[in-house]
T-cell receptor
């Protein structure tokens, strides 16, 4: 059974810092990996999707990398801002069958002014 | 437009009530999903619909009854719920049920008294 772990569980940084969130998964037979953002009490916003054949994806200040063979992904946030404060979730979908996302428990990020 | 809408935003119901949650998307997506998220936990998949047919039921109790009347609409009918069913219920959709980005709605916050 796929298990997804995110480290750290919580992170507090001052504004302007660059930071890295980590995600690991136990079964490398994935189709893709998605990073989501969730604000308190709200739905999920898709940030980046990396196909299993890709190594990284970039969107603005966000860069996600994927090392499928080692079962790891990182989300790099450059020049963090208070508006980045949220919980960040990674999720993987299997490489066969339906896209049943398995989520990690998330990293709660607080960026202070 | 990558919007998934959900109504109502909040719902309080007694254990003997019958209520329904509604989810709508107009992106032409053919896969729709229901997730349940408890506080400080990741979302857990409940149901997957592909081309308006129920494809996955993750052993969800029968007091939750999904319905997909057409490709744009997904309902979740609730009956005889328990207080432990209180959670944020998230709907998502994707172009297909095989590896495409899932777009989430804002969720319905359900409280069962």
């Amino acid at each position: 059974k796929q298990e997804v772990t995110q480290i750290p569980a919580a992170l507090s940084v001052p504004e302007g810092e660059n930071l890295v969130l980590n995600c690991s998964f136990t079964d490398s037979a994935i189709y893709n990996l998605q990073w989501f953002r969730q604000d308190p009490g709200k739905g999920l916003t898709s940030l980046l999707l990396i196909q299993s054949s890709q190594r990284e994806q970039t969107s603005g200040r966000l860069n996600a990398s994927l090392d499928k063979s080692s079962g790891r992904s990182t989300l790099y946030i450059a020049a963090s801002q208070p508006g980045d404060s949220a919980t960040y979730l990674c999720a993987v979908s299997p490489n066969s069958g339906y896209s049943t996302l398995t989520f990690g428990k998330g990293t709660m990020l607080l960026v202070s002014p | 437009d990558t919007e998934v809408t959900q109504t109502p935003k909040h719902l309080v119901m007694g254990m003997t009530n019958k209520k329904s949650l509604k989810c709508e998307q107009h992106m032409g997506h053919r896969a729709m999903y229901w997730y349940k998220q408890k506080a400080k936990k990741p979302p857990e998949l409940m149901f997957v619909y592909s081309y308006e047919k129920l494809s996955i039921n993750e052993s969800v109790p029968s007091r939750f009854s999904p319905e997909c009347p057409n490709s744009s609409l997904l309902n979740l009918h609730l009956h005889a719920l328990q207080p432990e069913d209180s959670a944020l219920y998230l709907c998502a959709s994707s172009l297909s049920a095989f590896g495409d980005t899932q777009y989430f709605g804002p969720g319905t916050r359900l409280t069962v008294l």
